[in-house]
């Protein structure tokens, strides 16, 4: 955006706006939304786990979920800027929300980034107003690719590993040290969970901060903003695979480049959303109101931000081991290999599962469906399919869970969410 100012200016200007997609939002947030109440800006920033176009080479997979959901709050004078993430495991109300192709989706309750999968960003803009009370003014939306070509233009970021890591699943392989990661290195660090940290959404999240924080240093200290050469790769590389709303036109990206442009990286903090755990699953969180809403409120306002809380949640109770768990794996529209590959994998685990696998109606979203009487089994085969949502029914079976595999699959994974992540300030090195 510094690049206007001239002729020449104003042609790479819209060169770059040019690559932007933007999409209709204003009939889809409804009718009652929270109300503006100083002229600060807020700005919901997504990070698109899809695999269409450039992104087709991390593997197959329906639709697309909200991988990093962040609110940028920029104060009225532009002088300061919070990002507060919200971990994708959040348990929360979603609600009714109309799709980008026609018809709604009901509200329910289930994890933050199914918003995004059922009805894209919009459903995540209005999900989010609902839950903070905060008004949303635009969102920017950034995939794989876009990430990588952002890092790349900044001539990677340092990162520092205790250990060496070797995780394929992520495709990381790291030295241990302080080294300088891009493209897809960049993209494997910010995105582990299984080879990095104690494998928990939240630990990504302070992780993904830092990261974050790294890149506001770079960009601000060094010479980026400065020169208009770098300042056109760098924000070529953003617009490329970039998504915003349709009323984030040229002279709303003008006057928010303006304003920021004396902000230093120590003016950017970024916080996580408090959370306790959430008892019918060890895998998920939901908010802890009593910390959460003085951080709304203070955004709001645009006040000073509460303390941070002295201690994380207290652990839940074990749930019962795998041989005390019975399963009924349901075929909902999954892949015939994935669910044999899933009733193999969960019977070499230890889990009984039954003989036959049942067949049902295709359903977009893989379900864990338990009676109340069968809820500490539930949250024991939740550690070991993370990814399904846990539909407490009372019609569901009283001795066991039905595992209900629709078209968007299942994963096997082992995460455990035991911290709470705390605030990272813009100018703090990864290394320090």
């Given amino acids: ?111 933050l980034n199914a918003a995004f999968a059922y009805a894209g960003p919009t459903c995540t803009w209005k999900m989010l107003e609902s839950l903070t009370g905060i008004h949303i003014d635009h969102f920017v939306q950034v995939d794989f690719a876009g990430f990588k070509r952002m890092v790349d233009a900044l001539g990677g970021v340092q990162i520092c590993v205790d250990k060496p890591v070797n995780d394929p699943r992520a495709e990381l392989y790291l030295k241990a040290g302080k080294q300088t990661v891009k493209g897809e290195e960049a993209l494997g660090y910010v995105r582990a969970r299984y080879s990095l940290g104690n494998g928990s959404d939240l630990e990504r999240i302070e992780r993904q901060q830092k990261f974050m924080a790294a890149v506001v240093d770079k960009a601000t200290s060094g010479s980026v903003l400065t020169d208009p050469g770098k300042t056109y790769k760098f924000l070529k590389a953003a617009t490329k695979s970039m998504t915003t709303d349709d009323e984030l036109d040229l002279a709303g990206m003008k006057k928010l480049a303006d304003g920021l442009k004396g902000m230093s990286a120590g003016q950017v903090r970024f916080v996580t959303v408090p959370v306790e755990g959430y008892a019918p699953d060890p895998n998920r969180v939901q908010w802890n109101q009593e910390l959460a809403k003085p951080l709304f409120e203070a955004v709001r306002h645009d006040d000073e931000l509460p303390a941070e809380p002295a201690k994380p949640a207290q652990a839940k109770p074990a749930p019962p081991a795998p041989d005390k768990v019975h399963v009924t794996v349901v075929d909902a529209g999954g892949r015939d290999q994935l669910v044999e590959r899933v009733v193999t994998q969960l019977r070499k685990r230890g889990y009984k599962v039954a003989k036959k696998v049942e067949k049902a109606a295709s359903a977009p979203e893989s379900r864990l469906v338990y009676a109340p009487a069968a809820e500490a089994q539930a949250s024991a085969l939740a550690r070991d399919v993370p990814d399904a949502l846990l539909s407490a029914d009372a019609a569901g079976p009283a001795d066991g869970v039905r595992l209900v595999i629709g078209t968007n699959g299942v994963r096997l994974a082992a995460p455990a969410i035991n911290k709470i992540g705390g605030g990272v300030k813009g100018d703090q090195k990864l290394c320090d």
């Fill in 1 to 111: 955006m510094l690049l206007v100012g001239g002729g020449a200016g104003a042609w790479l200007y819209h060169d770059l706006v040019g690559g932007i997609k933007q999409k209709h939002v204003s009939d889809k947030l409804g009718a009652n939304r929270p109300k503006k109440l100083n002229k600060s800006l807020n700005i919901l920033l997504i990070g698109s786990d899809t695999r269409a176009g450039d992104n087709a080479r991390y593997g197959e997979m329906s639709g697309a979920r909200s991988d990093t959901t962040i609110l940028l709050h920029l104060s009225p004078n532009r002088d300061q800027a919070v990002g507060i993430s919200f971990p994708r495991d959040s348990m929360v109300k979603i609600p009714t929300c109309k799709k980008e192709k026609g018809g709604t989706v009901p509200a329910q309750f289930g994890m």
